[in-house]
C-alpha cells in the first residue's frame, strides 16, 4: 500500500492531499481518491492507468476528487479497457457520484466538455478524450457493507460512515488473504465500522483534529485510537495530517487507547502489507 497524498483539505508544503495506491506486485490495482497532488504523486510512484482495477472514491470533497479530471485526462494509448469508478450514493447536498461525473465531463452540459468520452460521449477534434469510466454506485444508507469489485481474486466493500452531511464510504480491499482498510473522514460513530475493519492487516485512518478536540466531521485522535484497538488491526496507519497540527500530542493522545503497530504516514511511504 502506498500513500499518494498524506494530507487534508488545508494548503500543506510537503503533503498532497488524500489518495492512496494498493500495488499488487508490481502493478497499482486500486486508487482511493484523488485530491489535490495526486496527478503528481500518482507519476511520481510509476503507477500505470492501464494496471488499474478500480478507482474508488470516498467522498466528494475536494480533498479527496479534485486531481480526478486530470488524471484522466490522457490518451487511450494510456488506457484501452474502459475504468471501473464507483462511490457514494448522494442526497439533497451532495451528488452521488454518477451525478457528479455528468457534471463534470457530460460532453454537452459538464464543466470539463473535452472530457465528455470518460461517460461515452463523442470525441473532441484534436483532443485527449480520456479514459472511458464504467460507473459504479454504493449506498451510504446501507447498514451492510456493499461489495464493489469482486474479480480476479480482488473484493472491495464499501460501508457508509459519518462524516457530517457529506455521504462517504470507508473501503476495505481484501486479496491473497489479506486485508487493508480505508477509514475516510469520519467521526468514529458508526459502530458498524470496527466490525468492517475487525482483523485488516492495515487500518488506515484519518486523523484531522487535535488531542482534545471535537468535531462534526472527524474523530478525536483517541477515537481512532480505540477503533483500531476494538478491531484488531494488524497495523494502524494514520494520515490526512494538516500543517501546524500538533503530531505528537494527537499520537500521545491516540496511544492511550490503542497498542498496537502505528505508522504515521508521508507522501509516497509504503507499507507492506502480509
Ligand atoms: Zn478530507
Ligand atoms: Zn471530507
Not at 138 to 145: F, G, N, Q
Amino acid at each position: 500500500m502506498q500513500i499518494l497524498g498524506s494530507g487534508g483539505p488545508r494548503i500543506n508544503p510537503d503533503r498532497a492531499s488524500t489518495s492512496y495506491l494498493l500495488w499488487i506486485g508490481s502493478q497499482a490495482k486500486v486508487l482511493i481518491d484523488a485530491g489535490g497532488g495526486a496527478f503528481l504523486r500518482f507519476g511520481q510512484s510509476r503507477a500505470n492507468l492501464g494496471d488499474l482495477s478500480l478507482v474508488a472514491i470516498s467522498h466528494l470533497h475536494p480533498d479527496h476528487v479534485s486531481d480526478l479530471p486530470a488524471l484522466l485526462w490522457t490518451g487511450q494509448s494510456s488506457r484501452k479497457q474502459p475504468l471501473p469508478i464507483t462511490g457514494p450514493s448522494g442526497n439533497e447536498g451532495v451528488p452521488a457520484l454518477p451525478a457528479f461525473l455528468s457534471r463534470l465531463f457530460d460532453s454537452k452540459l459538464g464543466a470539463f466538455q473535452v472530457l465528455g468520452p470518460t461517460l461515452g460521449g463523442p470525441p473532441v477534434a484534436g483532443a485527449e478524450g480520456g479514459i472511458r469510466l464504467e460507473v459504479g454506485v454504493a449506498d451510504v444508507a446501507k447498514p451492510e457493507p456493499t461489495v464493489v469489485f469482486d474479480k480476479d481474486g480482488l473484493m472491495v466493500t464499501a460501508l457508509g460512515i459519518p462524516h457530517g452531511a457529506v455521504p462517504t464510504l470507508a473501503y476495505r480491499v481484501q486479496t491473497r488473504n489479506v486485508s487493508i482498510v480505508f477509514s475516510s473522514d469520519q467521526t468514529g460513530t458508526n459502530p458498524r465500522f470496527t466490525d468492517f475493519a475487525k482483523g485488516a492487516n492495515v487500518l488506515i485512518m484519518h486523523m484531522n483534529i487535535a488531542a482534545g478536540a471535537k468535531s462534526p466531521l472527524h474523530a478525536s485522535p483517541g477515537v481512532v485510537g480505540r477503533i483500531a484497538q476494538e478491531a484488531g488491526v494488524g497495523r494502524l496507519l494514520v494520515s490526512h495530517i494538516n500543517p501546524g497540527f500538533d503530531l505528537d500530542a494527537a499520537v500521545a493522545e491516540l496511544k492511550q487507547s490503542y497498542t498496537g503497530p502505528l505508522t504515521v504516514g508521508a507522501d509516497l511511504q509504503c507499507t507492506p502489507v502480509q
